[in-house]
């Protein structure tokens, strides 16, 4: 089976590849070019390198197609023109390759091909999967083959460069700074002039191969062409200047590019405010200066004396604890420094000690980067406040979407599968564009150990196993099938579901409830009782029992016997249900509490939480009225123990369940305390004044529930072949707005008069029909524009 859908996925690369004429052969045998490296330099510590190539064109081409990937990365130039960033992050079993047209960039005679390459060694983001330094080029035809890597390139190891090991408040993952020192680099470089004759030969390692093609060379690449496009680039300034020690500093600085000059022998201190959180990669001007040192701090917030955040706002009395890199100047004029790879900040502090000669910083500002999603949809409300929350939701989730879905940005840049499975929902539901879900979904699957349990995140190095989580992947798989029209790649992940399931029967008692699964069973940053969640870990009895970790199973249960029922094994399907009724009816006997009426988190009794009773909810242990009852139990209930932020989603898909769904605006209590303390994006957990990260794209929830619960719109069937229209308007008496469908978009708009009659608006895209709720009441809607007072 496995086998099969390899083949398919070939064809479908095949496919791709042949409609962008690109040569199809290119993923059927070892490529002509070589991966290349700088000779004596040790392959797997910190280095940066650079590689250059001459090539002499007749004429301006048309199109000159090339394939490019490095280890770690890399940034291609033509004639000194930034064209590529990549490689798009795998792993070495599918080694993404980006592939250019640089014919624009290209000219009659001669011209430079150019790249720097760098690996950040022990020190590299946890993200990033690495073998060894290597970098290769592959002209596309024989008209391009004269590019390829090879003996005839020049290289060399770009001496500046040392890290900074970063030292934060809280786990940090995202890799090293840089230290550069001027004085030691050249950036004449990327010119075609440049005189390159003391620049060695590079070493050769070994033909490219991509992956499934066998090569006697053994490179430990197999390459893949990137499924995603290249980043975003887009100039952003910085906005105002916040504190200046050591100078006056122009109104007009650093918003409008204005010349500072920072006199001889001085101690200067900037702290800029792009005044909201970005990624982006910074880029410093600046002249004169001869052994000057500069340091480059970025934080998403400063921190008080209780080492917390507090408002972002503030910065009185406040510390900047960030991530740094410093640059030692050269003197010369109009140096351009720009990071290797992007940082993400809020505030930027220049910290500069000039020599003997004064410093002239020409400019400073920001190169926004991330995937280019594009917001598709609208929504117009007389409430200020949803508008706000949609705006700070939308650039958490671009924030946190790069060449993988992250976490957070500052300080890990890695794909969790509970952020994840959110974040692909808000892509559904704002963009449409389903690329880098699918590319989720894959790597996650990739990341499989042997035992059929997922990594929690990936790409990644080292092991992280959250078992809850690879039953969440089994909801992500669910989730594109019911949203997005393509079974066959469902069907590609039905063997991978079997695989995490067979894992959990290994901890499956006779009775079908789980006892002691091991590794790290994450689920939520709880807010309660501190006993009872430990490292987000759900209340475990003394026997290795869990209600949380039986209902989790229970409903992947329910959703892979979905899959299986109209994709795959019809038996299996069958089974799945008999395994997950009794589950069911386990879960009822042994947490149930007749006394409290809602599901202990242990069969003893002790512990109970909104989590538990969300998932009885969700997985149809309660339905109907003892539903709504349970429901609001959980509300009221005090001494429970909460959801997070994060799991507010869950425990909004409950509430909507049960028939609150008109209560969902009166549940924002947690977003509203986001904004108070000046947040730009969503922080990590509840704690809001304390949390490590202030960007977590598992909080921007509302930008689906804006859509699915206070508009309505859902889909009823498989690939939103069909769609349910049931809004919750609670208090609201205007709204209207749209979002993306697979075959075009679907509008909605609901106006109340002063009689309390209402006028609803539903259009439908060509092809798609549906109901419409209002009220318990069912109406047909029809492709195209519906009407209906009431």
Not at 79 to 94: C, E, I, K
Not at 267 to 287: E, G, H, K
Not at 522 to 548: C, H, L, Q, V, Y
Request: net charge neutral.
């Amino acid at each position: 089976m496995r086998k099969l859908f390899f083949i398919i996925s070939l064809i479908l690369c095949i496919a791709l590849l042949q409609a962008q004429n690109i040569d199809p052969t290119i993923l059927k045998k070892v490529w002509r070019a070589t991966w290349i490296s700088v000779p004596a330099e040790s392959p797997t510590e910190y280095g940066v390198y650079r590689f250059r190539k001459n090539i002499s064109l007749a004429e301006k081409p048309t199109s000159y197609i090339v394939h490019i990937s490095a280890d770690n990365r890399y940034k291609l130039y033509i004639n000194g023109q930034l064209v590529s960033l990549g490689p798009a992050r795998g792993d070495l079993y599918h080694w993404n390759f980006e592939t250019v047209d640089i014919a624009p960039y290209l000219n009659a005679g001669k011209n430079t091909i150019a790249s720097i390459v760098w690996n950040e060694g022990k020190l590299k983001a946890v993200a990033q999967i690495s073998s060894n330094t290597a970098f290769i080029l592959e002209g596309n035809t024989p008209k391009e083959y004269g590019i390829n890597t090879n003996s005839s390139w020049k290289c060399t190891i770009d001496k500046a460069y040392s890290p900074i090991e970063q030292h934060v408040y809280g786990y940090y993952a995202a890799g090293p700074g840089e230290l550069v020192d001027m004085n030691l680099s050249n950036q004449d470089w990327l010119n075609t002039d440049f005189n390159d004759a003391t620049w060695e030969k590079p070493n050769i390692i070994g033909v490219g191969s991509p992956k499934g093609i066998f090569n006697l060379s053994l490179t430990p690449w197999m390459l893949v062409p990137s499924s995603i496009p290249q980043m975003e680039l887009t100039t952003q300034r910085l906005i105002k200047t916040r504190m200046a020690k050591g100078i006056i500093v122009p109104a007009s600085f650093p918003s409008t590019k204005t010349t500072l000059t920072i006199p001889a022998n001085s101690n200067v201190t900037l702290l800029l405010d792009q005044t909201f959180l970005t990624n982006a990669y910074p880029t410093l001007i600046y002249s004169k200066g001869k052994n000057a040192t500069i340091s480059l701090k970025y934080a998403e917030g400063l921190y008080d004396n209780k080492s917390e955040k507090g408002n972002r706002n503030e910065i009185d009395g406040k510390t900047l604890i960030g991530r740094c890199d410093s640059i030692v100047c050269n003197g010369l004029e109009n140096q351009n420094y720009t990071t290797l790879f992007w940082r993400t900040y809020r505030y930027l502090q220049l910290s500069i000690h000039t020599k003997d000669e004064p410093l002239v910083v020409n400019d400073i500002y920001g190169t926004f980067t991330g995937y280019p999603f594009k917001n598709s949809t609208s929504f117009v409300s007389d409430n200020l406040l949803l508008d706000n929350i949609l705006k700070i939701g939308w650039r958490t989730a671009r924030l946190c979407a790069a060449e993988t879905y992250m976490d957070c940005p500052f300080y890990e840049q890695l794909q969790y599968i509970g952020d994840t499975r959110i974040q692909a929902m808000i892509t559904y539901y704002n963009s449409g564009d389903d690329c880098l879900a699918r590319n989720a979904i894959d790597y996650l699957d990739y990341s499989r150990l042997a035992e059929g349990v997922t990594q929690s995140r990936y790409p990644g190095s080292g092991n992280n196993i959250i078992p809850p989580f690879s039953l969440l992947w089994i909801g992500m798989v669910s989730d594109y099938y019911h949203y997005r029209p393509d079974s066959n790649f469902v069907k590609s992940k039905l063997t991978d579901v079997r695989q995490v399931l067979s894992f959990y029967s290994n901890y499956q008692q006779n009775d079908g409830s789980l006892k002691n699964v091991p590794y790290w069973n994450f689920t939520d940053w709880a807010e309660g009782n501190p006993r009872s969640w430990k490292m987000g870990i759900p209340p475990i009895s003394s026997n290795g029992n869990s209600s949380i970790l039986d209902f989790q199973l229970l409903w992947a249960y329910q959703l892979a016997a979905e899959l299986e029922q109209h994709l795959g094994v019809k038996e299996l399907a069958g089974d799945y249900l008999q395994r997950a009724n009794l589950l069911k009816q386990t879960i009822i006997k042994k947490y149930w509490d007749s006394t409290k009426n809602m599901f202990a988190d242990t069969e003893d009794k002790t512990f109970y939480s909104q989590h538990a009773n969300v998932l009885a909810i969700l997985t149809k242990t309660v339905t109907g009225n003892d539903a709504a009852a349970l429901y609001q139990r959980i509300i009221e209930d005090k001494d429970i123990v909460k959801a997070s932020i994060y799991f507010k989603y869950y425990l909004n898909q409950a509430m909507v369940k049960v028939g609150f769904g008109n209560d969902y605006l009166n549940q924002l209590g947690i977003w509203q305390e986001n904004i108070n303390l000046g947040m730009t994006t969503w922080g990590e957990d509840s704690n809001v004044a304390g949390c490590r990260s202030d960007c977590h794209a598992w909080g921007a929830s509302p930008n689906i529930e804006f859509f699915r619960t206070v508009l309505g719109i859902d889909s009823d069937a498989p690939g939103f072949a069909r769609v349910k229209i049931e809004p919750h308007l609670g208090d609201l008496k205007k709204i209207s707005g749209y979002m993306p469908h697979p075959k075009g978009k679907i509008e909605v708009s609901y106006s109340c008069n002063k009689e309390q009659k209402w006028k609803i608006i539903i259009k439908l895209p060509e092809g798609i029909v549906g109901k419409f709720v209002w009220k318990g009441k069912e109406f047909l809607v029809k492709s195209g524009e519906n009407q209906f007072n009431l």
